[in-house]
């Protein structure tokens, strides 16, 4: 005789995999912004020292894509433009929130098919950068073009988000095993 509740538990099972997959990831995809940004910061000083400054600071001169991004945000939804001050904690704010929005996506999925070893976090990394950094960001006019973009920085970025999804899986591994001892 057939019964249902063998597949029930199954799919329960998977559920709540999936849900406990997306938390950690969500965590990990905090923890992964943060540490992605101390790897820029690191990677800008280091640059620094050996490139010409002045050439650097125009470089960096403008908004960052996640304080044009909050800004907006605040403009459309809560229509307040955002002062000075406003911007240095809502520009990490949306970085943040990002991050963990992607990692628990990034949980999700890793819980739901056979991902193995840090790889599927290189590669999840990788695809956020060519779809997040390099197609949507210039594409909602949050940044310039690539085309107009110093290949530096592309390959800054690239290995930015390497280390993110790096930081991501980890991080998720961990609370997950924590979880399960």
């Known amino acids: 005789m057939f019964s249902h509740k063998p597949i029930l538990s199954r799919l329960r099972r998977g559920q709540k995999n999936r849900w406990a997959g997306a938390l950690a990831g969500a965590a990990g995809g905090v923890v992964a912004a943060f540490v992605m940004n101390r790897f820029q910061a690191v990677w800008t ?3 620094k020292e050996f490139t010409d400054e002045s050439a650097t600071r ?3 001169s403008g908004d960052d894509a996640t ?3 909050a800004a907006g945000i605040s403009r459309n939804v809560l229509h307040h433009e955002l002062t ?7 520009g990490p704010a949306v970085h943040y929130a990002f991050g963990g929005l992607i990692g628990g996506l990034y949980g999700a999925l890793a819980n739901a098919t056979p991902v193995s070893g840090l790889s599927g976090g290189a590669a ?3 695809a956020i950068w060519l779809l997040a ?3 949507a960001v210039p594409s909602a006019g949050l940044s310039q073009a690539p085309f107009k973009t110093p290949m530096k920085s592309h390959l800054k970025a690239w ?6 999804g790096f930081v991501t899986d980890l991080t998720r591994r961990t609370i997950l095993k924590t979880l399960r001892a």
């Open 45 to 47: 000083s280091t640059e």
């Open 58 to 60: 125009s470089a960096e």
């Open 67 to 69: 304080v044009k991004a």
């Open 84 to 90: 000075n001050s406003e911007k240095k904690w809502a």
């Open 124 to 126: 999840y990394g990788s």
């Open 133 to 135: 950094d390099e197609i």
């Open 159 to 164: 290995a930015s988000h390497l280390v993110y």
